[in-house]
Nanobody
């Protein structure tokens, strides 16, 4: 099992910034991809950004140029730097880990609210 602990969510004004962190522990051998998904009320969970152990990165089109994902492999931690935040970025953000055995793990979620 992999345990994921997220931090960094909160309330921010439009145009502001937040940084999310997610630390993985437990059975961390074989972690392939780490990333972030989000789910707004009434919407399906969607990929925000993902980074593989080899450094390949994918972003949702809606966040390209505003969000940056990074990873500290030594600390099994993934970060999401979110800039120029918009009200439509409001959602619960979930950390996600995929292992080479194709098992998936999810964090408990952290609320991000963008509002004036």
């Amino acid at each position: 099992q992999v345990q994921l602990v997220e931090s960094g969510g909160g309330l921010v004004q439009p145009g502001g910034s937040l940084r999310l962190s997610c630390a993985a522990s437990g059975s961390i051998f074989g972690i392939y991809a780490m990333g972030w998904y989000r789910q707004a009320p009434g919407n399906e969970r969607e990929l925000v950004a993902r980074i593989t152990s080899g450094g390949n990165i994918n972003y949702a089109d809606s966040v390209k140029g505003r969000f940056t994902i990074s990873r500290d492999n030594a600390k099994n931690t993934v970060f999401l730097e979110m800039n120029s935040l918009k009200p439509e970025d409001t959602a619960v953000y979930y950390c996600h880990v995929k292992k080479t055995d194709n098992n998936n793990y999810w964090g408990q979620g952290t609320q991000v609210t963008v509002s004036s």
